[in-house]
């Protein structure tokens, strides 16, 4: 099992990234999946929240400027950033609780990280 997160870059303050969260390795579902950032000499926070269903949760800093989204099809969990702010800037990583096929039966992995991907707003 194996999250790929991506979509990370250089954006001027007001501009919009994509962030992409896919996992690989005979996935069934996606019970849950997280973005977390870190900033340099900041603690790691909690950003935003998916549940399978579609509930999803904000940090109130970015509430009303980020968006989480999940294509199941795709098994891919997207964070759209728009209105971006310098104190935006991070590493975001992305973790999920997944079910998984092996062999002839399913299993849980409910701590998958992400490698991290940097966003940096600034002009």
């Known amino acids: 099992v194996q999250l790929q997160a991506c979509g990370g870059g250089l954006v001027q303050p007001g501009g919009s990234l994509r962030l992409s969260c896919a996992a690989s390795g005979s996935i069934l579902s996606i019970n849950a999946l997280d973005w977390y950032r870190q900033a340099p000499g900041k603690q790691r926070e909690l950003v935003a929240s998916y549940k399978s269903g579609g509930t999803t949760n904000y940090a109130i800093s970015v509430r009303g400027r980020f968006t989480i989204s999940a294509d199941n099809d795709k098994n891919t969990v997207y964070l759209q950033m728009n209105s971006l702010k310098p104190e935006d800037t991070a590493v975001y990583y992305c973790?999920?609780?997944?079910?998984?096929?092996?062999?002839?039966?399913?299993?849980?992995?409910?701590?998958?990280w992400g490698q991290g991907t940097q966003v940096t707003v600034s002009s």
């Open positions: 973790n999920a609780d997944l079910l998984y096929l092996r062999g002839s039966g399913y299993y849980r992995e409910n701590n998958a």
